[in-house]
């Protein structure tokens, strides 16, 4: 049933390739109704106006027309030709059996015509001359102008070639003009046809005489009309639209059968289909797990690409970043700089010491020029006090003498005696006294030594006494303030790094939250560490103490918005610092580069830090790792600075803070204590206060001692003053006793001398007096220069005193700033062989990842080569190889369960399949056999329409051409066509006879039929298409005269149609045609007469 349904309909679909190329009409007014008997008149009058010829201009090189034919063995003639036709008129002449009508057969059988449409034979094989085993026919036809067929290929001829072989099978080569055969099918052939125009089975194109005798022995008017109907193919339209109407009626027929069956396969189906979905769910899931495979195979080659794209991402990050170049030749600059400073302070401090050893020198010249000066001057003031005390003796002397010259001038000798006694009574009186004086000086000048001793005894201790005052004030005050910051740390740690440490740290949180930080940065650095051992705090705690407040930040931006946040509560000057490094998950490897001590441990082994950057930025900064920690201060120096420190050690702490080098070491000045890495606050809060009391008790004892040793001072001070007063009165006392004794003693001489001496002594002693008086002046003057010079020496002593002084305040400065630029030097050595360590592992690791990333990368094709084995077609995956593992297993788990509850799954499937196909497969073909018989209703009904249209348009036009061609023979002549009934009704009227009634074409002569056949063959070329025309043996009972007017109208036609080629084939003589370029004519040869060689 299927297969009957579509075979009509493929016959329906089926057009002769004659039926659209054959008939091509001119274009005229669509009409409607029926064309008949009554409407002839108006018919003529509305088309009468179509006199023109509207045929389809050809191309101009001839394109399709017959160039030459060629035979051999065919029928009765061994061979014939070749003939070169011309392109437009062509008469071939010649007697009976000299082949004219073999031409005409072998051209119809050339192009492919069946040999029932010669109508010579029913067979090919009686096309083959008697004795031979094939004949052959070479038909060429023209391929030029604007349309050729195929051109590049055939060239501008096509030659047809045939070999028919005596048991009747035909072969046909299609060659070039090259001679290159091209094609052996059929179909090439038919598509040549068709291209061309050409329909070899149109009596329109060929007219043979069988045909001819035919029409015109015809004596029923329905034959005329098949005979018309034939020629411009509206027979074989007709019968295709019978023919469709029948496949029609006979598809709809099966439409209604199949549309019954299709109810039970539909039954069928949706029983197939309810037993399928209770299987589908486990084809979904298998269907789920292959996809989710393929997807699984592409994530794992999309997680091996974005590994490749993070590792390139990386390793242009990292090319791109020179931080670690840039901060190596920072610090080689800074270490230039530093090593500069070193050599300008080293260089000053030469200086200085130069200049301190030239001033010792002078200050030591000028001390013992003060040794000289003062001493002379001591001895120019005995002289002056000699001279002056000799110039008082010598005028209280000479009193005396003028007194004793006076008494001796006035008075008695008695008296003299007397006063004589008296005087040595007193001398000796004044002896004793001044013994008794004497030795009372002696024991007061001791007594001012030993007081003068202990009074600079007491002032040292006095000074000593206030500077310890002094320090523990200052420690008071600090653990005061200790005490204090200590007590609001109990709320908040964070308080021992300052006061407004928790806001900030609440404002970097706040600012975090707010996306304003790419990583939220990390410190305080001491509030992120913790020890591993308390006891070890003061010396961590020196050792970090730079970078106990310091915050650590990722990038430069954070540090940016770090310091906007830390002006709100620091000023400029105090902020804590902020280092940029980035941050890592990974602590770094310092295995190698660390200390490794088998007794004491390293900065880093003491601290416990859960941040990795914290670590990082210690070991960068302060280089952590390569530090000690030894707890005695004898032990570390011996540690340190022994024949051989400890490897890659260059700095170590003590417990009490001390600092030690391989080469030097410093002590603080004072007790340190810890102040940010403690671990209890009560704790310490009472070890402070603890030492507050200890503080506050040993100042009240200070200040008690104090207060009783400036007593004392002040009491021996008195004590002093009192003896140095009693030593000068004592002294004092002297002078006057030894004056008296020397008064008393010159008296006694003056007295045993006479008046006289007395004078002369008296006058003496006025030369002496003078000249005393000279040698005190002298003395004074000597003593005020001694006492200038001394003065100016001590001045000059005082102002180099005061220069060493400054310049060893200056020499300490520069030893201070030698051990800091030591320290700066050592530590920017360490960090600079850090920095070129971390450059040289920055250049590995960009290394080692490219290295890496190759192997990615051969990694990633080799698994994208095994994803696309398993899926050429690359999948979207937005799952994590993870999740879809997870997912795989679970639909294997379950595919597992419901496959042993089910059973066999493919016939199930193949069932459902089978059903659905059918099913689908007939519903389609139902749907769309409908759909295509309600469209080929409105298509034939459309059709109908325009065949009638085109029949009454051809029928109206044959029918003028007719009656025109027929007026030249002065006949009067006319068609009528009926289409209802199918027949076509010629009247022909003689010259003479137009009034008579008898209109029969019986009544005709032959030559007359003839001539009305040509008239009518003529008007049927005018509405039909053809690149050829073949008309044989037209003028056969055709007399003189007839056959004149016919050759004109055929040569006539042939002019108005010259793009056409005409082949008129006649046993008659052309003499008497008209000369022209246009016109060849073939005369055929008698064939021999075998008669006479029997």
């Not at 009508?101 to 119809?108: D, G, Q, V």
């Not at 990722?554 to 980035?582: A, H, T, W």
């Amino acid at each position: 049933m299927q297969r009957n349904g579509f075979g009509h309909l493929s016959a329906m679909n089926k057009r002769k390739s004659c039926a659209h190329s054959v008939v091509k009409p001119t274009k005229t007014p669509r009409t409607d109704g029926k064309t008949h008997v009554q409407d002839e008149e108006e018919v003529d009058e509305e088309d009468g106006v179509q006199q023109d010829h509207s045929l389809s201009s050809l191309s101009a090189g001839d394109i399709g027309v017959i160039e030459s034919i060629t035979l051999r063995n065919f029928m009765s003639h061994h061979s014939l030709g070749p003939f070169k036709f011309g392109p437009n008129v062509n008469f071939i002449v010649g007697n009976n059996g000299t082949g004219k009508s073999a031409i005409l057969t072998a051209l119809i059988v050339g192009l492919g015509g069946k040999a029932t449409t010669t109508n010579r034979g029913t067979s090919l094989k009686g096309f083959v001359k008697y004795g031979e085993s094939s004949a052959d026919i070479k038909v060429k036809l023209k391929n030029r102008g604007n349309d050729p067929y195929k051109g590049d290929i055939y060239g501008d001829s096509i030659c047809i070639e045939h070999r028919i072989s005596s048991d009747g099978c035909r072969t046909c080569k299609i060659k070039s003009k090259m001679g290159h055969v091209i094609s052996t099918k059929k179909e090439e052939l038919t598509a040549i046809l068709d291209h061309f125009g050409i329909q070899v089975d149109n009596p329109v194109s060929v007219l043979n005489q069988e045909m001819s005798k035919q029409f015109l022995h015809s004596k029923s008017e329905a034959d005329k009309y098949k005979f018309f109907m034939k020629a411009t193919l509206l027979e074989q339209m007709k019968r295709d639209y019978i023919h469709i109407k029948q496949t029609k009626a006979l598809t709809r027929d099966q439409v209604e059968r199949q549309e019954e069956c299709l109810k039970d396969l539909r039954q069928l189906f949706l029983q197939k289909k309810e037993r399928y979905e209770r299987l589908s769910s486990l084809d979904d899931m298998r269907q789920t797990l292959e996809e989710m495979k393929k997807k699984m195979a592409w994530c794992l080659v999309r997680e091996k690409e974005r590994q490749v794209e993070q590792l390139k991402e990386q390793i242009e990050k990292e090319e791109s970043d020179c931080k670690n170049e840039e901060k190596l030749h920072l610090c080689q600059n800074k270490v230039s700089t530093a090593e500069k400073r070193l050599q300008d302070i080293q260089m000053k401090l030469s200086t200085l010491r130069e200049e301190q050893e030239h001033l010792a020198e002078e200050s030591n010249k000028m001390k013992e020029e003060i040794k000289v000066k003062t001493k002379a001057q001591k001895n120019q003031e005995v002289v002056y006090f000699r001279a002056e005390n000799k110039l008082k003796q010598l005028e209280k002397e000479q009193c005396l003498l003028q007194e004793r010259i006076h008494k001796i001038s006035h008075g008695g000798r008695r008296s003299h005696e007397t006063e004589h006694a008296q005087h040595l009574k007193n001398i000796s009186a004044f002896k004793k006294q001044l013994e008794k004086l004497e030795t009372e000086s002696s024991t007061l000048n001791q007594e001012i030594k030993d007081k003068q001793q202990a009074l600079f005894k007491g002032r040292e201790e006095y000074d000593k006494l206030s500077m310890e005052e002094k320090n523990i004030q200052i420690s008071l005050e600090f653990k005061l303030k200790r005490k204090k910051q200590l007590m609001a740390s109990r709320s908040n740690r964070l308080k021992r790094f300052g006061d407004h440490m928790p806001e900030l740290l609440e404002l970097i949180d706040k600012a975090f939250g707010q996306g304003r930080f790419i990583k939220k940065p990390v410190g305080p650095i001491g509030a992120c560490i913790s020890l591993k051992d308390p006891s070890l705090a003061v010396a961590v705690e020196s050792c970090l103490l730079g970078f106990i407040k310091t915050f650590c930040c990722d990038n430069y931006r954070d540090e940016k918005v770090l310091q906007g946040l830390m002006s709100s509560y620091f000023p400029k000057g105090s902020r804590p610092q902020i280092i940029v490094c980035p941050f890592t998950d990974r602590v770094y490897n310092v295995q190698g580069r660390g200390v490794h001590h088998p007794e004491f441990p390293s900065v880093l082994d003491c601290l416990n830090v859960e941040n990795p950057v914290i670590i990082n930025c210690l070991i960068d900064m302060r280089g952590i790792e390569c530090i000690l920690i030894i707890k005695d201060h004898a032990r570390a120096r011996k540690v340190m600075q022994g024949s051989t420190p400890p490897r890659n050690c260059r700095e170590a702490f003590t417990a009490g803070g001390d600092h030690v080098y391989y080469n030097r070491s410093y002590t603080p000045d004072k007790e340190v204590l810890v102040k940010y890495l403690g671990g209890d606050p009560e704790a310490e809060i009472r070890l402070v206060e603890s030492e507050l009391e200890n503080n506050q008790a040993q100042l009240l004892r200070f200040q008690l001692h104090l207060s009783s040793v400036k007593e004392d001072i002040q009491f021996m001070e008195e004590k002093l003053r009192s003896v140095i007063r009693a030593c000068k009165k004592n002294q004092q006392c002297i002078n006057e006793v030894k004056a008296s004794i020397t008064e008393l003693e010159n008296i006694e001489e003056a007295q045993a001398e006479g008046i006289s001496s007395l004078e002369e002594d008296a006058q003496e002693n006025e030369q002496k007096i003078e000249l005393e008086r000279k040698n005190v002046k002298e003395a004074r003057d000597e003593l005020k220069n001694h006492e200038k010079g001394l003065m100016n020496i001590n001045q000059k002593y005082k102002d180099v005193k005061n220069k060493m002084e400054q310049l060893s305040d200056e020499t300490e400065q520069l030893k201070e700033d030698q051990v800091k630029s030591e320290t700066v030097c050592s530590n920017l050595d360490q960090t600079m062989k850090v920095l070129e360590k971390k450059f040289e592992d920055h250049q590995a690791n960009i290394q080692a990842m490219r290295d890496e990333l190759s192997i990615r990368e051969e990694e990633t094709k080799d698994c994208e080569a095994k994803a696309k084995e398993i899926c050429p077609v690359r999948q979207q995956v937005d799952q994590s190889a993870r999740s879809i593992d997870v997912e795989i297993t679970r639909l294997r788990q379950k595919i597992t369960t419901q496959e042993s509850s089910h059973g066999d799954k493919e016939q199930v499937i193949r069932e459902y399949a089978e059903a659905h196909s059918n099913y689908k497969s007939k519903s389609s073909q139902l749907r769309d056999l409908r759909k295509f018989i309600d469209r080929l209703d409105n298509i034939m009904i459309d059709r109908q329409d325009r065949y009638k249209s085109l029949r009454r348009s051809l029928s109206v036009r044959c029918k003028l051409y007719f009656n025109n061609f027929m007026m030249q023979l002065h006949c009067c002549g006319s068609m009528i066509f009926d289409h209802v009934t199918e027949t076509l009704s010629i009247s022909v009227k003689p010259p003479g006879q137009e009034k008579n009634n008898v209109s029969d074409m019986r009544s005709l002569s032959g030559g007359e039929r003839s001539f009305s056949t040509v008239c009518f063959i003529l008007a049927l070329w005018e509405i039909t298409e053809s690149p050829f025309r073949c008309l044989d043996e037209f003028d056969v009972y055709m007399d003189m005269h007839n056959r004149s007017i016919s050759m004109n109208m055929l040569v006539a036609l042939s002019e108005r149609q010259h793009l056409r080629q005409f082949i008129f084939i006649t046993p008659q003589s052309t003499s008497h045609l008209p000369k022209s370029a246009n016109i060849t004519i073939h005369q055929l040869q008698d064939p021999e007469k075998v008669a006479e060689v029997e």
